[in-house]
C-alpha cells in the first residue's frame, strides 16, 4: 500500500497562506531584514507548524499582494494609522504589524516581537477564537505567545518568541503530564508565566491577567495600542486602505 501523505496537526488547516513582508519603518530594525524573513520561515516550519499544523510561506514585498496576508513593520502605532494601515489587508485578508521603534524602546527585540505576532496570526487569524475551562466564567483569548512573553529561544542564530502548545489550553491536562509550551516553562494549562499576560472576557469586557505585578506594571507602562488585544476587543476589523494595493485585477 502507497505510504500517504501525514496530516497537518491542526483541524481548521488545509490552506497554506503566503504572507507579504514588508518594512514601512525609518528606525533601523536592528537586523537585516532578508535574515528576519528567513528566520521567520525556518521558526514557522520547524517549529511552529508541527505543532499547530498551521504552514506558511513568507515573502519579501515592497508592500501588501494581492491574495496574501501581510506582515507589516512601521515605526509605532500612529505611524500605521497616519498612513492608513489598519487591521486587515485592503482585501480582508489577516495582517500583522510590528512596531519597531515602540519595540526598541521598551528594549525588546524586533525578531522576538515579529516572531510573537506572527505564530498568534498563524493560530488565530481573525482574532476571534477563544476557549472556557468546565464551568469556568471566563473565556480565554487564543493568543499563543502572550502567556509566555518575554522568553525566547534562537533560530540559526537569531531570537524567536515562545510560545504555547494547543494543550494549554486543554483544562484536562494533569501539571507535568504533557509539554504545555515549547520551552517547557509551564507545568499546567492556562498557567501564566511570570513574563506573560492572559486575555480573558468577563463582565461583558476583556481585561488582562497577569502572574506578577512587575509584569502588569510594566504593561500598564509600555504603548500597547495596535496589539492584538485591542483588536480583539474591537467591535469590528477595519481594512487598510485600498491606495496600498498594487494595481491589477
Not at 537586523?31 to 504552514?55: K, M, N, R, S, Y
Request: glycine share 8%.
Amino acid at each position: 500500500m502507497k505510504g500517504r501523505k501525514p496530516a497537518v496537526a491542526s483541524f481548521w488547516k488545509r490552506h497554506t497562506p503566503t504572507i507579504a513582508c514588508f518594512n514601512r519603518a525609518e528606525t533601523p530594525l536592528g537586523i537585516d531584514f532578508d535574515a528576519l524573513i528567513a528566520a521567520l520561515q525556518a521558526f514557522v516550519d520547524e517549529h511552529v507548524a508541527p505543532v499547530w499544523g498551521t504552514p506558511a510561506r513568507l515573502v519579501k514585498a515592497k508592500g501588501y499582494v494581492r491574495g496574501c496576508w501581510a506582515m507589516g513593520f512601521f515605526d509605532h502605532a500612529n505611524h500605521a494609522r497616519r498612513l492608513a494601515y489598519h487591521d486587515l489587508t485592503p482585501e480582508g485578508y489577516p495582517q500583522a504589524k510590528v512596531y519597531v521603534k515602540t519595540t526598541l524602546d521598551d528594549r525588546k527585540l524586533v525578531s522576538v516581537a515579529a516572531s510573537h505576532e506572527l505564530v498568534e496570526m498563524l493560530v488565530d487569524p481573525c482574532i476571534n477564537l477563544v476557549t472556557m475551562k468546565p464551568g469556568g466564567r471566563l473565556a480565554f483569548g487564543y493568543e499563543s505567545a502572550d502567556p509566555v512573553e518575554d522568553m525566547s529561544f534562537l533560530v540559526d542564530g537569531v531570537a524567536m518568541t515562545n510560545f504555547v502548545y494547543p494543550s494549554y489550553f486543554e483544562s484536562f491536562h494533569k501539571p507535568g503530564s504533557v509539554k504545555f509550551d515549547h520551552l517547557g516553562a509551564l507545568v499546567r494549562p492556562f498557567q501564566i508565566h511570570a513574563g506573560g499576560y492572559q486575555g480573558v472576557y468577563t463582565k461583558g469586557k476583556w481585561m488582562q491577567l497577569f502572574s506578577s505585578r512587575s509584569k502588569q506594571k510594566r504593561f500598564e507602562m509600555q504603548d500597547r495600542r495596535g496589539r492584538r488585544h485591542e483588536r480583539r476587543a474591537a467591535s469590528h476589523l477595519r481594512k487598510s486602505a485600498r491606495k496600498h494595493l498594487p494595481a491589477g485585477k
